[in-house]
């Protein structure tokens, strides 16, 4: 077990276009630290507070927790992906951006997820952070 991780330690994904053929590439950092899983479960999590008055005017003040795994995704994948291959209609490069990323394919989406979920797996026997609400 190394102490640190470092934004160099990538490894690389490749695969090919079904319909066209085109090769593309995917490089993403192999190692989620723990701002990463902070980050991640802000995402993940958001809770809200109300203050509410009952019938008698007295203060009641509650908490609601909402998981958004859609957002929590995007933000893996903001944080992980360090280049790509992609380009946009003009043929430029496209940005490693949340709107690029929200326009991924599901079954990309789901092949980065569970490449960072291969380098990161939890120890205990519970499903890794990444692959969380994949299917």
């Known amino acids: ?16 276009d079904e319909e066209t053929g085109e090769k ?3 490089e993403v950092r192999k190692f989620i630290t ?4 902070v980050a991640i ?3 993940y999590l958001k809770l809200f507070s109300r203050v509410e008055e009952d019938e008698k005017g007295k203060q009641k003040a509650s908490v609601e927790a909402k998981i958004d795994l859609e957002y929590g995704k995007t933000v893996i ?24 990323i929200d326009r ?5 989406r789901d092949l980065i997820l569970e490449e960072i979920d291969r380098h990161n797996p939890k120890k205990d026997k ?4 990444a692959s969380i609400g994949i299917g």
Not at 80 to 88: E, G, Q, Y
Request: net charge negative; glycine share 4%; charged share 25%.
């Open 77 to 100: 994948l903001t944080r992980m992906i360090t280049a790509w291959s992609f380009v946009d209609r003009q043929g430029k490069p496209a940005s490693i951006t949340k709107e690029w």
């Open 126 to 129: 519970t499903r890794s952070i």
């Open 1 to 16: 077990m190394k102490p640190f991780h470092y934004e160099d330690e990538t490894t690389r994904i490749n695969f090919v």
């Open 104 to 108: 991924l394919d599901l079954s990309v």
């Open 41 to 43: 479960q802000d995402a």
């Open 34 to 37: 723990h701002g990463d899983d």
């Open 24 to 26: 593309h590439w995917v």
